[in-house]
């Protein structure tokens, strides 16, 4: 096993089983092996350690489980944002139950906070990763700004700012507490992403 900078050239393979996606450890692939583990680097940190005052490690690890829940997510973006999706194609709400190790904030939030944020921002034009009360990060990816919301308040008023804009926003939701989910006028239902990150009970 080898370290290598960059994408890889292969990644986990999956197929679907009934309404999910899952890793198939059956198929034979050619070239170079899928990834054990991905790491995500970042010189100013992710957002889920701006609220801390631990010197958090800057890199992410990510393993074919979080990568599992990527490819969902991507399979609601596409349908969503694809222009042979229709008006009746409206985006998904999801809810991914983390467990003790899955590294829920660190490891699955900026996972799924990375890949938005690198997809075409005509289609999607803004990406919110909101730490259960504890404050957020917009990230508009059409002026390439973040704003960073000190508390839920501050972050609700920003999202009432974006509404009647016509812009495409998916929102990752890390619940701060068990039995708390996000309030209901977080999530507007006027047709935005999003996926509530939680823990298994």
């Not at 994408?7 to 050619?30: G, H, L, M, N, T």
């Not at 829940?69 to 985006?91: E, F």
């Not at 990060?137 to 009432?160: I, N, Q």
């Amino acid at each position: 096993m080898g370290v290598r900078e960059g994408k890889p050239e292969q990644s986990w393979p999956y197929r679907e089983a009934d309404d999910a996606i899952e890793e198939d450890d059956a198929v034979q692939q050619f070239g170079a092996p899928p990834p054990v583990l991905m790491v995500l680097a970042s010189e100013k940190g992710w957002p889920y350690s701006w609220h801390t005052i631990q010197d958090l490690p800057k890199d992410v690890f990510a393993n074919c489980e979080v990568d599992r829940v990527w490819q969902i997510v991507k399979g609601d973006l596409i349908a969503w944002l694809s222009p042979h999706g229709g008006t009746d194609c409206k985006p998904k709400q999801r809810l991914l139950i983390g467990t003790p190790g899955i590294g829920k904030s660190v490891t699955a939030g900026s996972y799924l906070l990375y890949q938005p944020l690198h997809c075409d921002a005509e289609k999607l034009q803004v990406v919110v990763h909101c730490f259960g009360g504890r404050g957020a990060c917009v990230s508009d990816k059409t002026t390439r700004a973040v704003t960073r919301c000190s508390d839920e308040e501050m972050c609700v008023s920003e999202l009432r700012s974006l509404r009647g804009h016509g812009r495409n926003v998916y929102i990752i939701y890390g619940v701060a507490k068990e039995g708390t989910p996000p309030p209901r006028h977080f999530a507007p239902t006027s047709g935005w992403g999003m996926i509530a990150v939680s823990f298994q009970r």
